[in-house]
């Protein structure tokens, strides 16, 4: 991606060398003097150090050779390593108020990204760049990227396990018992090792999670049916209300989506803290079975639908229809009318049969 060329306020608002750095400068010649100068607005603007000298752009070389009075040619002969360029940095450090990143710093940086941005940016990307933006606040050099990948990974490690306590802290140990069993695979044990964790058809074939995470199928009123005994095993948990109300609705929609895609194996093989969130956030599924249920009954209103759910309902399609016209423009609310109405009228049905 070609880079934007450098206007005149570009250059005269971060490439100027001030009266201070001015005095920096002095006393040094040749590639030596212009080297330092770039260097130096450079840092002054990224608070970090250029990699090398295809970073510095050609405009801004220019600009600043002409402040310090020597060719932009003699740039190339700047070394970008040795003994020199490391005094430079010293010097650059101490004059800016920056340090290089400490272990201490690092663990520093790990504890806040992890309580105030990994806690609700599950991206590793985007703690990124909070990370960079607290070291320059804090006039810190920004760690190597290697170490900034370390750094960001154990902040998204530290906050979900915080955020995993949290939450499982909240249930009973009754709940816990019941949310556990829905990956529970057969007689096997629940804390298997990693190593261990298959993907067999024997192992993952009994646990109530993947039948709840099927698809309903064809409507009629055996998948309705199957459906509800699902939305009730779902139930019989027994989370308690506003589980996740102080968690970022972001991150238990990612919850939601691991615990969706990883297999009753898998799921197994987390702590058990996370392996409970994990669960109770995919279990929050059932509070749209019933409307999906309502719109496919609208999708297919022939046969069976036509002649066993409408009938059942109170005021037929027109009513399924408001209903999910009001659920698609109104939300929550009506996600309850939806569930009580079909329930009452499937359930009705059921006892009638």
Known sequence: MARTPLNLDDLVEHWTLLKDEQGLVSGKRGATRLGFAVVLKFYTQYGRFPRGRFELPGEAVEFVARQVQVPAAELDAYEWSGRTVEYHRAQIRGHLGFRKCSVSDADKLTAWLAEHVACKERRPEQVRVELLARCRTECIEPPTPGRCDRIVGAALRVAEESLAARISARITA????RIVALVAGGDQEDDVEPGDAGTGEGEDGPPVLGKIKEAPGNVSLETMLTEIDKLLAVRAIGLPPGL?????PKVVAGWRARAAVESPSHLRTHPLPLRVTLLAAVSGKENILFFKLAEASIGEPDGTVREVVYPAVS???????ELVHEFKTRGPVYRRTVQTTLKASYTNHYRRG
């Open 315 to 321: 005021g037929g399609e027109q009513t399924l229809r």
């Open 244 to 248: 996740f109300t102080d968690v970022a």
């Open 174 to 177: 009754e709940s816990i018992e």
